[in-house]
Nanobody
Framework: VQLVESGGGLVQPGGSLRLSCAAS????????MSWYRQAPGKARELVAA????????KYADSVKGRFTISRDNAKNTGYLQMNSLKPDDTAVYYC?????????WGQGTQVTVSS
């Protein structure tokens, strides 16, 4: 079982990044998928989530209108499109796949927003 994030990096304020989360070893389409982030010295927080049943999404207030979560079950991949990035968005971003009794985490990808 693996979740592998990619797409992080250094970007200037106002810029964009798209994170990807590639899943393998389990039936990705049966799992709710979410993105979390953890900044230095802070707790890990939920950024966005997407249902595996009807595609319902939810977002943290801090990213609403700027970030978009999506998934492509045919490719076993989830995405987080991040626009209008701010320095406060700097963190390690993790994807998570979950269903009852099972939760998988990726290793994280660093996003740094700085001029």
């Amino acid at each position: 079982v693996q979740l592998v994030e990619s797409g992080g990096g250094l970007v200037q304020p106002g810029g964009s990044l798209r994170l990807s989360c590639a899943a393998s070893g389990f039936t990705f389409s049966s799992y709710r998928m979410s993105w979390y982030r953890q900044a230095p010295g802070k707790a890990r927080e939920l950024v966005a989530a997407i249902s595996n049943t009807d595609g319902t999404t939810k977002y943290a207030d801090s990213v609403k209108g700027r970030f978009t979560i999506s998934r492509d079950n045919a490719k076993n991949t989830g995405y987080l499109q991040m626009n209008s990035l701010k320095p406060d968005d700097t963190a390690v971003y993790y994807c998570r796949a979950e269903q009852i009794y099972k939760t998988y985490w990726g290793q994280g990808t660093q996003v740094t927003v700085s001029s």
